[in-house]
């Protein structure tokens, strides 16, 4: 009888120990699938962050790149429209001193002609000064005057660098036919000529 208690309690013990064993080895299964589980997931947020980085880091050159870009465009437009500024104020001074030139009858006889033309009157009042250009100079303009006009001689070239100004008797109609005038007049046509002359734009 004792022997086969003896043996019952082994069988029990037995059947005991292989059921621990194999709930060791599922739980350790278990924690092992766990364990593949986790470091899967790590691996991939460690993937989607380094991904992420690298886009916002691109990103971020890109843009600071495009900063670059946009500045240096600001240099070059702020260079050029220096170089244009410096033509412009050239042509200014070549203007202002025209009187000195073998084209001054020329330019001053046609500046009346077209200020008087543009008043469209019989007795049109004309200003006329340019620097350096003395009385003996301008007296010779009243010939292209109609018989009623009138030339007033300014000892100062008028608008800066000088040119002509005509106005009706009664001063309603104005025609402002001054090199200043005509370089506003002619601003943007003028500005895109210097900048596809000298950029080849």
């Known amino acids: 009888m004792s022997e086969s208690l003896e043996k019952l309690q082994n069988r029990i013990l037995s059947d005991a120990r292989r059921k621990a064993e194999e709930t060791i080895k599922e739980a ?75 084209q001054f009858e020329n330019t001053a006889h046609r500046f009346v002609t077209e200020a008087v033309k543009a008043v469209e009157s019989d007795q049109p009042i004309v200003r006329i000064g340019f620097k350096d250009a003395t009385k003996k100079n301008l007296d010779g303009m009243s010939r292209v005057l109609p018989k ?26 104005v025609f402002n036919n001054t090199f200043k005038s005509r370089l506003e007049r002619l601003d943007n046509q003028l500005l895109t000529l210097i900048s596809s002359t000298v950029f080849a734009e």
């Open 28 to 102: 350790e299964a278990k924690a092992q699938q766990i364990l593949e589980e986790a470091r899967r997931r790590a691996q991939k947020e460690s993937e989607d962050i380094i991904t992420k980085a690298k886009v916002e880091a691109e990103n971020v050159r890109r843009s600071i790149l495009s900063s670059k870009v946009r500045v240096n465009r600001l240099r070059i437009l702020d260079e050029k429209n220096r170089i244009v500024q410096d033509i412009i104020h050239t042509v200014e001074d070549q203007l202002s001193s025209i009187a000195r030139t073998d």
């Open 148 to 173: 009623g006009g009138k030339l007033v001689i300014d000892e100062t070239p008028i608008d800066d660098f000088g040119g002509v100004i005509a106005t009706d008797p009664e001063g309603r109609v």
